[in-house]
């Protein structure tokens, strides 16, 4: 069993590199398109300036956190935090919360109509959050207890 978590968080973890590389990426290579679709964001303003950088950068970041074993947990967690933010936003598009808002994700995403991106970040959203779960429950038994927590402190009474 505690192979298959293994394989498990390696696959989603892999899934998911290959999802922060491809966004990343992609606006990289659409530098320009990807900013000016920024400024037209409803965002407070100043804030297109920082995330045409920032947001490229934090998903190359959580790809790199996601490739070594050591470092894989925190990956996952950006990972589910970038999705969670990302799935909230384009199901407020959806909702029709604002009007004429572009599309700022880059590459094959683009052509994605708003309910279909939120299909598509819904699963990326439900595999990070099952490769976190599967990679807390292989730390929690390998260590006794859920270490995080302090639970195997407590089992053994402190010491």
Request: include cysteine; aromatic fraction near 10%.
């Amino acid at each position: 069993m505690k192979e298959k978590v293994e394989i498990g968080t390696q696959l989603i973890s892999l899934v998911l590199v290959v999802l922060w590389v491809y966004a990343a990426v992609s606006k990289l290579q659409e530098f320009e398109a990807f900013a000016v679709q920024l400024l037209r964001q409803p965002f407070p303003d100043g804030w297109a300036a920082v995330l045409v950088w920032a947001l490229p950068g934090v998903e190359l970041g959580a790809a790199a956190l996601l490739v070594f074993r050591r470092t894989r947990g925190e990956g996952l967690l950006v990972s589910l935090g970038l999705l969670l933010l990302f799935t909230g936003y384009v199901g407020l598009a959806v909702a029709g919360v604002w009007e004429d808002l572009p599309c700022a994700c880059g590459g094959i995403l683009n052509s994605l109509g708003w309910g279909e991106h939120l299909v598509f970040n819904l699963i990326f959203t439900v595999l990070a959050g099952a490769g976190l779960y599967m990679w807390k429950k292989k730390r929690s038994s390998a260590s006794g207890g859920d270490a995080a927590s302090g639970e195997a402190a407590y089992r053994s009474g402190g010491r």
